[in-house]
């Protein structure tokens, strides 16, 4: 069975752009959730989508954004890019919705913003 | 506001010793609480998970324990290996909040 796929896997962009990764969940699991991964802040959260629904959101400004399409494939965007954006995106596919669901991580979009 | 916190960023032990790593939470009671492995340049590993209701739960040489009265998880690794050098990461739900991290080196 594939695992979690991400794509891009590295991004440059500057300052003011806006950008979109894409995450491909494992066949089968309906539940997508979005990390942003600094050496700061560790692993926090941004957002849950089960079954095109968001169902859970971080505390991100609302420039981050996501949907969810019918084959459960995520995307996530943000727009007006600052250069506190930067770092590793993790995508995480379960199952079911709700952290008590063990989450398989893809290999994340490491994102450089210039 | 709700928090997580791992003992500390790293952790250093000699190969074949136990390595126990802490995860503390405050101001919520978590239903369930689950640790993840992280290797360099790649995505959390799921290890183990522990309800609430459970004191202790083990994996090969993988155990964690539970205790809500001090709010707290251990997560042992018993006849550690050098393999086992890694970043750990907890998380407690019912929220989504992981811990920052520590960062185990099992010494040969």
């Known amino acids: 069975k594939a695992g979690v796929t991400q794509t891009p896997r590295y991004l440059i962009k500057t300052r003011g752009q806006q950008v979109t990764l894409s995450c491909s969940p494992i066949s089968g699991h309906r539940s997508v959730s979005w990390y942003q991964q600094t050496p700061g802040q560790g692993l926090q959260f941004l957002f849950e989508?089960?079954?095109?629904?968001?169902?859970n959101k971080g505390n991100f400004p609302g420039r981050f954004s996501g949907r969810q399409f019918s084959n459960s494939r995520s995307e996530m965007n943000v727009s007006t890019l600052e250069l506190g954006d930067s770092a590793l995106y993790l995508c995480a596919s379960s199952l079911l919705a709700g952290v008590d669901n063990e989450q398989f991580f893809g290999p994340g979009t490491r994102l450089t913003v210039l | 506001s709700q928090k997580i916190e791992q003992n500390s960023e790293a952790l250093n032990i000699q190969e074949g010793k136990t390595a126990t790593l802490t995860c503390n939470y405050t101001n919520y009671s978590p239903a369930y609480l689950q640790w993840y492995r992280q290797d360099p340049g790649r995505g959390p590993v799921f290890l183990l998970l522990?309800?609430?209701?459970?004191k202790e739960k083990r994996k090969e040489r993988l155990k964690v324990t539970f205790d809500t009265t001090l709010k707290q998880s251990l997560f042992h690794i018993t006849a550690s290996q050098p393999a086992d050098s890694a970043t750990y990461l907890c998380v407690a739900g019912n929220q989504f909040y992981f811990g920052t991290g520590t960062s185990l080196t099992v010494i040969p």
């Open positions: 522990i309800r609430e209701n459970e």
């Open positions: 989508y089960f079954s095109e629904t968001q169902r």
